[in-house]
């Protein structure tokens, strides 16, 4: 049980001090109570706690408690480490940071707050097996908690890149936007209104390799009683394979057209347009392209190209003055309907940002790309069928 302070120790002592330029007179104030920076946590922890967020910690936790009796539990080291990047960790040495926030220690319940070696020390007791055991029945425990919309999760893909210094393992030359030449790594996500999965490859790995089978685990670890009402996905995931394996599974997808010869010429060719707006039109063809097993169809969006604003698609020679975009679907709306509809994946733009940028994904550890059991290592069990 904490003390309590004394009442005395809650009078603040008060300091007159001048300015150094100029002759403005400030007040410093001290205090002998705890305070923290970190007052927020309050709320998130309170939100831990209503999920039971301790007690699935300590039930799946793989290892057996160490024995000393001066040692700290696994659960608050795990604890203390995901409290350290949420207010901004990019290293375990900044764990040592929150060693001395008495009030975090009492909102975390901890008499000591592990050091960033102990911390450490916890991951590095996991192997593959460790991590089957522990990760992936949390993580389904945490997709439990996700009410499904009535009308289903969109469910939208994408890849990044994390630039990587020095020799990391699986870092490889590839596609590097701001660095080129660099080593990175190129994750795999696929999102629902919230991470669902992910998958981290090397940096020279195209878009949509290996997508199939990321697929099938991702789709196993959607909760019973959840649906998808659609998938989306970028130029990167245009391959026949990929749409075969959402057709067999009865899921309605539109994914962006990789803009060939053969697809600017349909294109070119609508001339059946449905005027959206003064700038906007809308049209549709059906191809079978060299390879597919099947004639699919292509929505077309074309956009005049203004000076007031920058539009949004690609030129076509044949067609000057517009950019198009152009969708291949299984859904039977509308071109107009469709186009609003896929605009709403560009949400998971801003959780890749918030991953990299707030919570630091792309410092993580990577795996081994040369070991095939190391590299998929979020394996969960076979796919349901439709």
């Known amino acids: ?33 705890a305070i923290s920076p970190f007052g927020g946590l309050a709320s998130f922890i309170s939100f831990l706690g209503q999920i039971g967020f301790a007690g699935q910690v300590q039930q799946h936790l793989p290892f057996a408690e160490p024995a000393s009796n001066n040692a700290i539990p696994l659960a608050h080291a795990l604890t203390a ?13 900044h764990c040592e940071w929150r060693r001395a926030d008495r009030v975090l220690h009492a909102l975390l319940g901890m008499a000591r707050f592990p050091g960033d070696d102990t911390i450490r020390n916890f991951f590095l007791r996991f192997g593959q097996a460790d991590i089957e055991r522990f990760w992936r029945p949390l993580w389904r425990w945490l997709l439990r908690l996700v009410k499904c919309p009535a009308a289903g999760f969109s469910l939208d893909l994408d890849s990044t890149v994390f630039c990587r210094e020095g020799q990391q393992e699986g870092a490889r030359k590839g596609f590097n936007p701001r660095r080129q030449g660099r080593h990175s790594h190129h994750p795999l996500l696929a999102e629902a209104q919230f991470i669902l999965h992910g998958w981290l490859r090397s940096g020279n790995t195209g878009p949509a ?33 990929f749409l075969d394996f959402w057709e067999e599974r009865c899921l309605p997808y539109v994914v ?11 294109g070119a060719g ?52 517009f950019t198009f975009r152009v969708w291949v679907t299984n859904r039977s709306q509308s071109a107009v309907e469709l ?12 959780r890749i940002e918030e991953l990299k940028h707030d919570l630091w994904l792309p410092t993580g550890s990577a795996c081994n ?10 394996r969960c069990s076979a796919p349901s069928t439709c």
């Open 209 to 241: 390799r290996g997508v199939i089978p990321f697929l099938q685990e991702a789709r196993a670890l959607l909760p019973e009683g959840t649906w998808l009402r659609t998938v989306r996905a970028d130029s990167g995931f245009f391959d026949g394979a």
């Open 339 to 350: 186009w609003r509809d896929y605009n709403g994946r560009a949400g998971i733009e801003q």
């Open 81 to 93: 480490f995901l409290m350290s990047v949420v207010v901004g960790a990019r290293r375990f040495a």
């Open 1 to 33: 049980m904490l003390k309590q302070p004394l009442p005395a120790l809650h009078k603040t002592t008060r300091t007159e001090i001048t300015s150094l330029f100029g002759e403005a007179k400030l007040v410093l104030e001290e205090t002998p109570k």
């Open 270 to 321: 609508i001339k059946d347009w449905t005027v959206v707006d003064a700038h906007h039109a809308a049209g549709e063809f059906t191809v079978k392209l060299f390879g597919w097993s099947k004639e699919r169809r292509f929505v077309v969006v074309r956009e005049r190209v203004r000076e007031t604003k920058a539009p949004v698609g690609r030129r076509l020679l044949d067609v000057p003055g």
């Open 369 to 378: 790309p040369s070991s095939r059991r190391r590299q998929r290592s979020w």
């Open 256 to 266: 962006v057209a990789r803009l060939t010869s053969s697809l600017k010429r349909q």
